[in-house]
Structure formats: structure tokens, C-alpha cells
């Protein structure tokens, strides 16, 4: 028996988009829900979100629904990170969010949006732990939230590598050991042990698809792996265009220093050279008026080349 992977978005959306007992239990799951805030009844929305302005287009995720408390969720699986990722799943919870209001209600009606994100790849190198929950809390006193809207991104690269690393106790691990199945590896046994995983490990049976969604299926594929090469390539780029301008204005900023450093050299050489240079011109038409006025008072020219230090020439010459 052969599997689709089911991070696919075609097999995604047909394990998690058409089936609510398993969305209902992945929710549950991953979001950690416990007593109160345990779904219990759950139904499909349309995925798109539809814009404020007329000007932007709808937002399209893979899973929207709603609970009876009227409490919205909303999934996505995310095959690439980028970094506008998350301002993406942003933009979208606060839409959902702020569409809840209807002419003649007030603020209070506003109900909480929950967004789950699963996410391919690591987006946190620097940290072990692969579930991230992100809350709007009071920054002194982090048990103070403001109500509203919650985001989980899930790591999945992060826990294939470290699946027995523990988060809460109450992280059912079940559905990421589902979703970190390829089409080459082996479905775990306790996958086929459990109902739910059981029943979506079925649906990823690759005969139970159309040749038209084998197309579809292979087609996003492509479209993954040429979001990646362009990523890469881009990055690649990034960094030798940094590395080139890097050494650029390190020789600028070296050819800068030089000419200032050489500039101050010149400076303290010429006023060394000046002062000797002047010390010593001075001493000279010291000793030669010395010499002049022992011309004058008749001393010995042989007497006076002594105590000057100048030659009989240059005695001569006065």
C-alpha cells in the first residue's frame, strides 16, 4: 500500500477540510484545550476572507470553522517559511476577528479567533523546542492577557528530529507524527492503532485519488521545490552582494584611514622636521654674529673658528 504525503495541500484539505472529527481532534490536540475549552460541535467555513476594502483581494487559508461557542479557527500548513509569514497569519486572524461585527452589536459580541499554523521548516534555529503559543500579555505581568486572538506555529522539521522531546503534558503528539510521514517512509503502527489517525492515513491512500488530483498533487510539489531554489538563490545572492559591499567599504574606509593616518604622519613629521630644521638655522646665524663681533674687537680668526665652530672659510667670508 502507497501513501501521499499529507502536507500536501491537496491531501491536507481532504484529510483535515472534508472530515469534522478529525479537524475537531486536531484542534483540540494542538491547542492544548482541556475542560471548558474542549470543542465539542464544530462546522466548516468557507476558507476565504473576504477584505475590508474593495481594493484588496480575499485571503484564502486551508481549514476555517467555527465551534457552537461561535469561537473561529483557523489552520494552515505552511510548506516554506518566509518572514512575512507571520504578519500574513496576522493580517488574517484580525480580519476574521474584526468581521464579527455586525451593525447595532457591540465590542463585547467580539468572540476569540484561534490561529494554528504547522509549518515545514524551522524558523527558530537558536531554540530547541518546536511549538511556539502567542498570546497578547501585559509585558510586567504575563499572566494579564488581553482576550482575542491566539497564534500556535508548530515546527514539524524541529519535532521529526526530537519527536520524544516533551512540551505539556497535554500536547497530544499523535496528529504531528501523522503529518511528519513522507511518501516513502512507513506508517507507524500506532497511527493505524489510533480511529482518527487511522482514518486519515486512509484518506492519504494514493489510489483513492483522481489522475486529476495526482496532477494537482504533483504540480504543488513543483511549486514548493521552485519557491525554494528561488528562496535559496536569492538569499545566495543577498549574501555575496553583502560580502562584496562589505569588502568595498572595508577598502574605502582602509583607503580613508590610510590618507587620514598619513596626512597626520606627514603633519608630525614636518613640525619635528621644522623645529630642528629651525633650532639648527638658528644656532648657525647665532654663531655668525658671535663671530662678527669678535672680527670687530680683533680676536684671531684661528681663536674664533674654535669657539664658533665655523671654518676659516666661512670666517672669511663675513
Not at 16 to 21: E, V
Not at 23 to 43: A, P, T, V, Y
Not at 223 to 244: C, M, Q, Y
Not at 261 to 279: F, Q
Request: aromatic share 8%; with cysteine; proline share 3%.
Amino acid at each position: 500500500m502507497s501513501y501521499l504525503d499529507p502536507k500536501n495541500d491537496i491531501v491536507f484539505k481532504k484529510i483535515f477540510g472534508n472530515n469534522i472529527n478529525l479537524i475537531k481532534s486536531l484542534l483540540n490536540d494542538l491547542l492544548m484545550f482541556e475542560g471548558d475549552q474542549l470543542i465539542d460541535k464544530l462546522e466548516y467555513l468557507t476558507p476565504e476572507i473576504p477584505p475590508e476594502a474593495t481594493d484588496y483581494k480575499n485571503s484564502v487559508v486551508d481549514v476555517r470553522c467555527t465551534d457552537k461557542n461561535k469561537r473561529i479557527f483557523l489552520v494552515e500548513m505552511q510548506m516554506s517559511w518566509t518572514h512575512a509569514f507571520k504578519q500574513r497569519v496576522l493580517f488574517n486572524a484580525s480580519k476574521v476577528y474584526v468581521n464579527q461585527i455586525q451593525a447595532g452589536y457591540g465590542y463585547e459580541a467580539l468572540l476569540p479567533v484561534y490561529s494554528l499554523n504547522l509549518v515545514n521548516q524551522n524558523y527558530h534555529p537558536d531554540k530547541d523546542q518546536y511549538y511556539h503559543r502567542y498570546q497578547i500579555v501585559e509585558v510586567e505581568n504575563t499572566g494579564e492577557r488581553i482576550e482575542g486572538m491566539e497564534f500556535v506555529f508548530i515546527e514539524l522539521t524541529k519535532f521529526l528530529n526530537n519527536p520524544n522531546s516533551t512540551i505539556k503534558p497535554r500536547l497530544r503528539k499523535i496528529w504531528l507524527k501523522l503529518l511528519s510521514v513522507t511518501e516513502s517512509s512507513n506508517i507507524p503502527k500506532e497511527l493505524l492503532d489510533d480511529p482518527l489517525t487511522a482514518q486519515a492515513v486512509e484518506l492519504a491512500e494514493a489510489m483513492s485519488y483522481t489522475p486529476t488530483e495526482r496532477l494537482a498533487y504533483d504540480k504543488f510539489w513543483d511549486d514548493v521545490r521552485r519557491f525554494l531554489t528561488v528562496s535559496a538563490e536569492s538569499e545566495a545572492k543577498g549574501l555575496a552582494r553583502g560580502e562584496i559591499k562589505g569588502e568595498a567599504r572595508g577598502e574605502a574606509r582602509g583607503l580613508a584611514r590610510g590618507l587620514v593616518e598619513g596626512k597626520a604622519e606627514g603633519l608630525a613629521e614636518g613640525k619635528v622636521e621644522g623645529k630642528v630644521e629651525g633650532k639648527a638655522e638658528g644656532k648657525a646665524e647665532e654663531r655668525l654674529e658671535i663671530a662678527k663681533k669678535l672680527l670687530a674687537l680683533g680676536i684671531a680668526k684661528e681663536a674664533i673658528a674654535q669657539a664658533s665652530g665655523l671654518s676659516i672659510e666661512e670666517i672669511n667670508a663675513l
